[in-house]
């Protein structure tokens, strides 16, 4: 039997248990080029809850009574394609399931992986999306200069934490913006942020600048801005002149709330460029960022967390966990 | 004498005819290299709002007591300087003056006008600042490709009038955004616009976005932002996919109005870029900017309108007119 969390019903503001629903279904027989793979690692990504609103974004609508969208990693335990063996591991599209059953001619859907130093969960962050998400708005969107100042919201998050240790790599200042004293710390000490500011010590806009005016002496040339809302707010107050913003995430917004921006007349007194982006748009440069990327965790030279939930039961309240900054690091579903 | 215009207190909201004070001085004697230049015309503009405030923006803030800043064209009436003969006809920054004495050596204080057919009041609007800020906002930010569809706002405007302009040269739909009806008629039977939306007719957010979204049916890929506020919300919620806006100006909040953005997420949604410029900055692109422009005037296919207010008595009402909307193109004072 498959275990899968199909989308029972549609949430209107923060997602619920309800929301979601569990069922199984029988493995069916592999018909000739189809693939079994067992799913080691499902990918739980604040992306997903947009796709359960209905209507258009840049993604289609998750559809009510299927199976949730998702990035997993896993093994192949059946093969009637000359693609795949049995045994090799995979990372896909796979979804809020146990196993998946497709096509093994399918273009791009399996991407096999090396036996690699690299632990298989890695290829869900640091490795995989999030962290090609990181590279591509730092490097292709803020392209910072050694000396520049880049200021990262979530900074403790599979995305930030990529962000922050690549801009020290680039000669950069990197500050962190995170919600809570361990995240903080982590972001400091584990991996190398030259500073990190709890945004929960700090209500106000005016409260966050000062304390990013505090951690950014010579201002903001770079906001890799996964949160927007206040702490968008307060960023751009210290943005410098020519200051690049790479929109990549607005979570404070993720479930409906009004999330205006103050001062856009900044943009203007500043000179400034904010740019919305999507990595999966930019799959030409996956192979250069992979490349990079598993060099440096392969070197020990970029760090990562993981929050591992166990079991398909538990995906619901592990997203959920994600809109109330419950993880720390990747957050993961263990499957195995 | 020279009869002047200075700054005599600063303004908490919109200007006030108080805000300003004539004065009259000598003319001063020609020292060696010195050049007196008499104003034929004054160039009133936004930008002059943003000096009247107090500290730090991206140009230092206009002094108390010094005469206003402003660009000017007139004609040399005295030279002690091997750079300029009597007669010559220049533009540089003048001021909100009738004559100016300054250096002849001072680099690029004033700059000769070859005899053309252009008249000399062009050189402060569709062949001066405002037709290369258009130029460059609409060719270097947006960077239009035929068959898009290019918004402007203030559209009757010295700026927005070349935007619409030159992006039907350059193959595109060019919708405008104005306020009232004589303004939209000139914007779209005499500047050529395929659309113009008179934005007095639609007090709210929803109902200007519903007419851009009749005027341009095809959404709208690229936004020159001259006024921001709800203007620019409108806007943004007919934004395509990869739409590109160049920010220019946001008089709607010059007078310290709040004017917050009110969906950001929008440009995460779409992907876009949002990106502010100040032409100034850009110097190195004037000269292949004013070929363009005066070679399009001059052959007749690029239109300006000029609303001219009479003697230097009459500039801080014909500023302030500027915020309300009352002039229709460029907004000079006429100085002989």
Redesign the interface.
């Known amino acids: 039997m498959n275990k899968q969390i199909v989308l029972a019903s549609r949430p209107t503001g923060e997602p619920l248990a309800g929301n979601f629903r569990l069922v199984e279904a029988p493995l069916p027989e592999l018909a000739a080029g189809e693939v079994l793979v067992r799913h080691h690692y499902l990918s739980l990504d604040p992306y997903m809850r947009g796709r359960m609103n209905e209507g258009r ?2 993604a289609e609508a998750q559809r009510l009574n299927e199976v949730m969208v998702g990035a997993t990693v896993g093994e192949v335990v059946a093969s009637r394609s000359a693609h795949f063996q049995v045994g090799d591991q995979v990372v896909g599209m796979g979804g809020w399931q146990e196993y998946q059953l497709l096509d093994g001619d399918r273009r791009g859907a399996l991407r096999k992986l090396d036996r690699s130093p690299i632990p298989l969960p890695a290829y869900l962050g640091v490795v995989g999306m999030p962290g090609i998400t990181a590279w591509y708005g730092l490097l292709q969107v803020i392209a910072p200069q050694p000396g520049e100042t880049i200021v990262v919201s979530a900074a403790c998050g599979a995305v930030g934490s990529v962000v922050g240790q690549l801009a020290r790599l680039r000669g950069c200042r990197a500050v962190g913006i995170a919600g809570g004293p361990e995240k903080c710390r982590v972001v400091v000490e584990e991996f190398g942020f030259d500073a990190c500011i709890d945004y929960q010590q700090h209500p106000d806009t005016r409260s966050l600048a000062a304390a990013l005016g505090a951690a950014c002496p010579r201002g903001i040339d770079g906001d890799f801005e996964n949160v ?1 809302g206040r702490i ?1 707010d307060a960023v751009m107050l210290r943005c410098n ?1 020519f200051a690049r913003i790479a ?4 979570i404070a ?1 993720y479930n409906g709330e ?8 900044l ?12 990595v999966s ?1 930019h799959m030409e440069r996956w192979p250069e960022a992979l490349h990079e990327l598993t060099r440096l965790v392969a070197e020990g030279r970029l760090k990562y967390r993981e929050s591992i939930a166990q079991g398909i039961e538990s995906a619901p309240d592990a997203f959920i966990g994600l809109f109330k900054g419950r993880n720390l690091g990747k957050q993961l579903v263990r499957l195995i």
Chains 1, 2 share one sequence.
């Open positions: 974004s840049y927007g968008l002149s929109l990549c995430g607005m917004g009004a999330i205006p921006l103050s001062a856009p007349q943009i203007l007194v500043n000179r400034m460029k904010i740019e919305g982006f999507i748009e």
